[in-house]
């Protein structure tokens, strides 16, 4: 895909759905008594590969083009599957997944392509098998393919290394299934659409944060789980790209409609606030217990930020994309704290280090985030991605406002969260 400068960005956007909450609002349909009903539902690749391996375990989900209704069988329905469960790229399927398998009467095998079956998969393996799960690495690597077999499971209070709302999840999950309470206690709050969700399917689970900013939740052993009508919010993490675009290119003004601002979500708005954005929040609402807002970006000078702590976990998926604001910063931009890049669909520090250099960018990489000398310029370059879909479109948003023409190497890769990603940014630079 090749990307000229663009002169000014103006118009409106509507964000796909939330990838998280697409794909928890079909995994809880399916284990739910009942039919749900979604709407906005994220036509991704990740959020496609949910509905296929619970279509393999006997859930008739219906894809339509208005709504998704996932035709639950109840949180003991799901039948042994005749293959192996497929999450494609997703890690948050074949980690959320993970933990209602555990609680299953039938064993499985999981897998999905080479990107996640290299990622991390233990720091969900040691916890569920805690609870009396019996999860293997097919390749005694710690990652992908797994092999689940079924076991009773019993409650357990988990002290999470990380702040990852995948991890938790798949343990709330697993409580589901338990013979007694579970809980789960971060550092730090991440990411709780599991817990909003949870509650409103019908579950018993309880949450609270410290006055030392640790994040506990709780689940109790369920009966039944009960469908639900789910609105899915706009995709803060798809939004982020046109929050950056709108800042950076000169003579922009755009509003992005319909966008989830859950706190646990949107630290971008906190840091683009803070590097001197213009952006403002309106019309706000409140869908499925989820918080949602349209957001007005206008063109505006940024200056560097330190970005560190109990901030990261709201915005691990949005740091390729501040890392580009920060090139174009005034100043010298710290992210510490964000080793978790390093497990994503590529290792993001290194990913984001190669290709910023290459668009001239002034970027040390540390063992937990880089160091970025913003310089307020970057020049057109071949980017190469390495099929991971937020590299992909961050730097299609470095090549709007560099100098000269910036070329994405595997731009598809933005069909696993956008699929319609470089037509919405077309319509931008087309707006009279």
């Known amino acids: 895909m090749e990307i000229t400068p663009a002169n000014s960005l103006r118009g409106e956007v509507t964000v796909p759905g939330d990838k998280s909450i697409s794909h928890r609002s079909v995994m809880f349909g399916s284990i739910a008594k009942g039919t749900t009903e979604i709407t906005n539902f ?53 980690r959320l997944l993970s933990g209602i398998l555990a609680g299953q009467t039938f064993s499985a095998a999981l897998s999905g392509d080479e990107s996640l079956n ?18 293997s690495s097919l390749n005694n690597d710690g990652c992908a393919p797994l092999f689940i077999e079924p076991r009773k499971l019993h409650g357990i209070k988990y002290q999470s290394p990380v702040a990852s709302g ?59 789980l009960y469908g639900q009508k789910i609105t899915v919010p706009g995709d803060i993490s798809s939004a982020a790209y046109f929050i950056a675009a709108g800042l950076l290119v000169p003579g922009s003004e755009i509003l992005i409609k319909n966008t989830g601002v859950n706190p646990t979500r949107a630290g971008i708005l906190t840091v683009c606030r803070r590097m001197g954005a213009d952006i403002s929040c309106v019309n706000k609402t409140t869908a ?15 200056k560097a930020v330190t970005i560190e702590g109990a901030i990261i976990p709201t915005l691990i998926d949005e740091l390729p994309i501040i890392a580009v604001m920060a090139a174009f910063a005034q100043g010298v931009t710290v992210i510490k704290d964000a080793a978790e890049l390093k497990v994503k669909e590529t290792n993001r520090i290194d990913t984001i280090t190669e290709n910023l250099r290459a668009m ?54 933005v069909d696993v969260s956008y699929p319609a990603f470089f037509e919405t940014l077309k319509a931008l630079k087309s707006y009279p």
């Open 360 to 413: 001239g960018a002034d970027v040390t990489p540390t063992e937990d985030g880089m160091v970025i000398r913003g310089s307020g310029a970057l020049n057109g370059a071949v980017i190469d991605s390495h099929l991971d879909h937020r590299i992909a479109m961050a730097f299609a948003i470095a090549g709007l406002a560099a100098k000269g023409t910036t070329v994405i190497k595997g731009s598809r890769c």
């Open 166 to 224: 995948q991890v938790k999840s798949a343990i709330l999950l697993a409580g589901l299934y338990a013979d007694s309470e579970t809980s789960v206690t971060e550092p730090t709050l991440s990411r709780n659409h599991t817990e909003l969700m949870l509650r409103g399917f019908g579950a018993n689970l309880s949450s609270e944060t410290a006055a030392d900013g640790q994040a506990a939740a709780s689940i109790l052993p369920c009966d039944e």
């Open 42 to 94: 994220l036509q991704g690749a990740d959020c496609l590969a949910t509905i296929r391996c619970f279509q393999s375990m006997g859930i008739a989900i219906e894809n339509t083009p208005n709504r998704i209704l996932v035709h639950g069988r109840g949180l003991h329905g799901l039948k042994k599957p005749s293959g192996i469960l497929d999450a494609g790229n997703s890690g948050t399927t074949a």
């Open 118 to 135: 290299s990622r991390p998969m233990a720091r969900i393996i040691d916890p569920l098998n805690s609870m009396g799960a019996h999860i």
């Open 288 to 302: 499925t217990g989820e918080p949602a807002a349209d957001i007005l970006v206008k063109h505006s000078p940024l």
